[in-house]
Nanobody, 122 residues
Framework: QVQLVESGGGLVQAGGSLRLSCVAS????????VGWFRQAPGKEREFVGA???????YYADSVKGRFTISRDNAKNTLYLQMNSLAHEDTDVYHC????????????????WGQGTQVTVSS
């Protein structure tokens, strides 16, 4: 099991940038696929991006070219650099860890953080 804590959310104007971080506990962070999902109230959790334990990255079409996911295994930390933010990116962003390989399905991730709110004003 991995404990995950997100940070870096906040209020930003449309066109701006934010960088989210997710710090993981445990010594085996490097063996996990880790990813970002986002969720609005009353809606299903939506895949944003993931990075496998080998470093391969995957993105939702809606964020390709704007968001960059990366990991620093030495710091047990996952990042999400978000540029050119739009109002539609407003959500609670969660990081997740799993052992099933990179997946867009929330059910393939075992451990979740509490989330960090991102609000983009138009």
């Amino acid at each position: 099991q991995v404990q995950l804590v997100e940070s870096g959310g906040g209020l930003v104007q449309a066109g701006g940038s934010l960088r989210l971080s997710c710090v993981a506990s445990g010594r085996t962070f490097s063996r996990y696929t880790v990813g970002w999902f986002r969720q609005a109230p009353g809606k299903e959790r939506e895949f944003v991006g993931a990075v496998s334990w080998r470093g391969a990255t995957y993105y939702a079409d809606s964020v390709k070219g704007r968001f960059t996911i990366s990991r620093d295994n030495a710091k047990n930390t996952l990042y999400l650099q978000m540029n050119s933010l739009a109002h539609e990116d407003t959500d609670v962003y969660h990081c997740a860890a799993g052992t099933s390989g990179a997946s867009v399905l929330p059910s393939d991730y075992n451990d979740w953080g509490q989330g960090t709110q991102v609000t983009v004003s138009s």
